[in-house]
T-cell receptor, first 116, second 115 residues
Framework: AQKVTQAQTEISVVEKEDVTLDCVYE???????LFWYKQPPSGELVFLIR??????QNEISGRYSWNFQKSTSSFNFTITASQVVDSAVYFCALRKMGTGRRALTFGSGTRLQVQP | GAGVSQSPSNKVTEKGKDVELRCDPI?????LYWYRQSLGQGLEFLIY????????KSGLPSDRFSAERTGGSVSTLTIQRTQQEDSAVYLC?????????????FGQGTRLTVV
């Protein structure tokens, strides 16, 4: 069975602070994908990043960076110099690679509030 | 179209009535998902279609829920004899369904309210 845990239900920061959203996952699969999605107040889920289980290289995209550590089954997301527009619910998700069940398993989400 | 399109955006129905929710995936995407998001909750998987393969229906909560995908494109999620606990946002997503191109892109959702 697969499970994704986002222990932080809600985080509030002041603009320009750095913030890290935690994601811990459980899976018996040896190969899998990890994802982060953003859900702004408008409601639409926006894809941010996909990571393959065999690629532990960290990734940076502008103010966003992701730290994937297979040894601790974590895929954390850091926003540097947060902005009000970053306010949203962020979901981490997991999916098996290859054949078999293709459903994405989502965490319960972390609501990020960035105060001006 | 450019993105996943869902209709209607909002649906209010009386308890006991049947409803149909429609999803138009991104053109060329062979994989299609339905998820449900209850107020303030996470995303609950409902069903997955991939090309001509048998759908993965493992997430459907009861036999009142069914879905079909005609011609490998448009999908319809049907809820029969709606109950108040069916009230939620129903999200559809599609993906290319190919290795290394598996990210799913979501529509805006249909907000279903059962009164």
């Amino acid at each position: 069975a697969q499970k994704v845990t986002q222990a932080q239900t809600e985080i509030s920061v002041v603009e320009k602070e750095d913030v890290t959203l935690d994601c811990v996952y459980e899976t018996r699969d040896t190969t899998y994908y990890l994802f982060w999605y953003k859900q702004p107040p408008s409601g639409e889920l926006v894809f941010l990043i996909r990571r393959n289980s065999f690629d532990e290289q960290n990734e940076i995209s502008g103010r966003y960076s992701w730290n994937f550590q297979k040894s601790t089954s974590s895929f954390n997301f850091t926003i540097t110099a947060s902005q009000v527009v970053d306010s949203a619910v962020y979901f981490c998700a997991l999916r098996k690679m290859g054949t078999g069940r293709r459903a994405l398993t989502f965490g319960s989400g972390t609501r990020l509030q960035v105060q001006p | 179209g450019a993105g996943v399109s869902q209709s209607p955006s909002n649906k209010v129905t009386e308890k006991g009535k049947d409803v149909e929710l429609r999803c138009d995936p991104i053109s060329g995407h062979t994989a299609l998902y339905w998820y449900r998001q209850s107020l303030g909750q996470g995303l609950e998987f409902l069903i997955y279609f991939q090309g001509n393969s048998a759908p993965d229906k493992s997430g459907l909560p009861s036999d009142r829920f069914s879905a079909e995908r005609t011609g490998g494109s448009v999908s319809t999620l049907t809820i029969q004899r709606t109950q108040q606990e069916d009230s939620a946002v129903y999200l559809c997503a599609s993906s290319l369904g190919q290795a290394r191109r598996v990210e799913a892109f979501f529509g805006q959702g249909t907000r279903l309210t059962v009164v």
